[in-house]
């Protein structure tokens, strides 16, 4: 669900005396073409006051000037001015202008990153739609996809963010729990494209106590695994930028994920191919590679197939069996065997500027990528570590691992 700062959509209450303010990119100025003073600069944005009844005319001028608005909103609702500048909104972080800038996950148009929208004194209280069963007979433990509404809020959010729950109850100090987050696994326009809904790709935490033997369970992997329909949920954030999507959309988007780190890259996947939007047509090429214990722990394993049917040009498949599959020598196959048979492509890859690389899963899955991709640049004679720093740094490796 958007805000009109958000959506850059003016709101439908509107008379001839009131002022909308447009943020505009791109502007040139010359005396020929703009006849109104306004402080207009080469790059970034500027923010224009333009009153109701002259919008179309100051749209046909920025137009003229080689401007793109990317964003309209009420004057009433714009962020506090200070020497002639507009401040970005609470809770949202936004590029000053002049600098860089950086990949951001909406292509086409200017949005901005939505953060703590919620806090956890003041969290969003949301209702679970649905909650479904992502494991099949013959896996391993519980994971749910559970799918919560946020139509009654501000809560919107990005590809590759993620949410805070805090579960009911109290702890055995008689404290509210604490917030856990999850990534996020519905692209910005949720499952329905209605903008109303949130979901999420959560696995039920359990193991004996080393203390005591006993089966213990997590708390909040629990309570929402345990959701039932109609139930009250408190929501905060959405929090994170480190996983966002380029706005490339000719990019080649590496995914490696284990286990519920597939849960950002169903967003990316459903984004790119399902959701049919006007304003971001994805034509580069998403590799996904995913691992797992047994087949029927393959996570949303029959929509992912599908895609690969539908869109075999532009998205490759592949798994990684650990319980079923063999890797080289004759170990089992782990996400890292994948990456290493398939690190001189990969290599090739992560030289183009447009390819990003994101990691989402077990912590321990770091160390075999790296020596698999060290094999690699090891032929062209380029240290991988070093190598692997820039690419952070021109924030084309991303990784969220626990």
Same mark, same amino acid.
């Given at each position: 669900?958007?805000?009109?700062?958000?959506?850059?959509?003016?709101?439908?209450s509107?008379?001839?005396?009131?002022?909308?303010?447009?943020?505009?990119?791109?502007?040139?100025?010359?005396?020929?073409?703009?006849?109104? @003073?306004?402080?207009?600069?080469?790059?970034?944005?500027?923010?224009?006051?333009?009153?109701? =009844?002259r919008?179309?005319?100051?749209?046909?001028?920025?137009?003229?000037?080689?401007?793109?608005?990317?964003?309209? *909103?009420p004057?009433?609702?714009? +962020?506090?001015?200070?020497?002639?500048?507009?401040?970005?909104?609470?809770?949202?972080?936004?590029?000053?202008?002049?600098?860089?800038?950086?990949?951001?996950?909406?292509?086409?148009?200017?949005?901005?990153?939505?953060?703590?929208?919620?806090? +956890?004194?003041?969290?969003?209280?949301?209702?679970? #739609?649905?909650?479904?069963?992502?494991?099949?007979?013959?896996g391993?433990?519980?994971?749910?996809h559970?799918?919560? =509404?946020?139509?009654?809020?501000?809560?919107?959010?990005?590809?590759?963010?993620?949410?805070?729950?805090?579960?009911?109850?109290?702890?055995?100090?008689?404290?509210?729990?604490?917030?856990?987050?999850?990534?996020?696994? &519905?692209?910005?326009?949720?499952?329905?494209?209605?903008?109303?809904?949130? @979901?999420?790709?959560?696995? *039920?935490?359990?193991?004996? &106590?080393? $203390?005591?033997?006993? /089966?213990?369970?997590?708390?909040?992997?629990?309570?929402?695994?345990?959701? $039932? +329909?109609?139930?009250?949920?408190?929501?905060?954030?959405?929090?994170?930028?480190?996983?966002?999507?380029? =706005?490339? $959309?000719?990019?080649?988007?590496?995914?490696?994920?284990?286990?519920?780190?597939?849960?950002?890259?169903?967003?990316?996947?459903?984004?790119?191919?399902?959701?049919?939007?006007?304003?971001?047509?994805?034509?580069?090429?998403?590799?996904?590679?995913?691992?797992?214990?047994?087949?029927?722990?393959?996570?949303?394993? $029959?929509?992912?197939?599908?895609?690969?049917?539908?869109?075999p040009?532009?998205?490759?498949?592949?798994y990684?069996? &650990?319980?079923? /599959?063999?890797?080289?020598? %004759? %170990?089992?196959?782990?996400?890292?065997?994948? #990456?290493?048979?398939?690190?001189?492509?990969?290599?090739?890859?992560?030289?183009?500027?447009?390819?990003h690389?994101?990691?989402?899963?077990?912590?321990?899955?770091?160390?075999?990528?790296?020596?698999?991709? @060290?094999?690699?640049?090891?032929?062209?004679?380029?240290?991988?570590?070093?190598?692997?720093?820039?690419?952070?740094?021109?924030? *084309?490796?991303?990784?969220?691992?626990?």
């Amino acid at each position: 669900m958007y805000s009109p700062s958000i959506s850059g959509v003016a709101t439908s209450s509107i008379s001839g005396s009131r002022i909308f303010v447009y943020e505009v990119e791109g502007m040139r100025q010359s005396q020929a073409t703009d006849e109104i @003073s306004h402080p207009i600069r080469r790059s970034g944005s500027v923010f224009i006051s333009v009153p109701y =009844d002259r919008m179309n005319q100051e749209m046909r001028r920025i137009a003229r000037m080689g401007g793109k608005i990317v964003s309209i *909103r009420p004057s009433n609702a714009a +962020p506090e001015t200070t020497n002639g500048k507009v401040a970005p909104e609470a809770g949202l972080q936004s590029q000053k202008s002049g600098e860089t800038t950086k990949p951001m996950t909406q292509a086409k148009e200017k949005v901005q990153v939505p953060v703590n929208l919620y806090k +956890p004194a003041n969290p969003y209280i949301g209702k679970c #739609i649905s909650t479904e069963e992502l494991v099949r007979e013959g896996g391993e433990g519980t994971v749910r996809h559970v799918k919560f =509404d946020i139509s009654g809020g501000n809560l919107h959010y990005l590809e590759g963010q993620s949410i805070g729950i805090i579960p009911d109850g109290t702890d055995k100090n008689g404290k509210p729990h604490k917030i856990r987050l999850y990534s996020i696994a &519905s692209t910005r326009h949720g499952d329905n494209l209605d903008d109303k809904t949130v @979901s999420v790709c959560v696995r *039920r935490l359990e193991y004996k &106590s080393p $203390e005591t033997g006993e /089966q213990v369970f997590g708390v909040c992997s629990t309570f929402i695994t345990g959701l $039932e +329909p109609g139930a009250d949920v408190k929501i905060t954030g959405p929090v994170g930028k480190e996983m966002l999507l380029p =706005d490339d $959309e000719e990019a080649t988007v590496i995914m490696m994920a284990t286990g519920t780190g597939i849960a950002p890259f169903r967003a990316y996947l459903w984004r790119m191919f399902k959701e049919n939007n006007p304003d971001y047509k994805f034509k580069g090429l998403a590799w996904l590679f995913f691992g797992v214990a047994y087949t029927p722990n393959i996570l949303y394993q $029959e929509e992912l197939e599908q895609l690969q049917r539908e869109f075999p040009d532009n998205f490759r498949l592949t798994y990684a069996i &650990s319980r079923e /599959q063999k890797n080289a020598d %004759g %170990g089992k196959m782990y996400i890292q065997s994948r #990456i290493k048979e398939n690190a001189d492509q990969l290599w090739e890859l992560v030289q183009k500027p447009n390819t990003h690389t994101y990691i989402c899963g077990l912590k321990g899955m770091e160390g075999g990528i790296d020596e698999g991709m @060290s094999a690699a640049s090891s032929k062209h004679d380029v240290d991988w570590t070093a190598y692997q720093k820039q690419l952070k740094k021109d924030g *084309r490796w991303h990784v969220e691992t626990y």
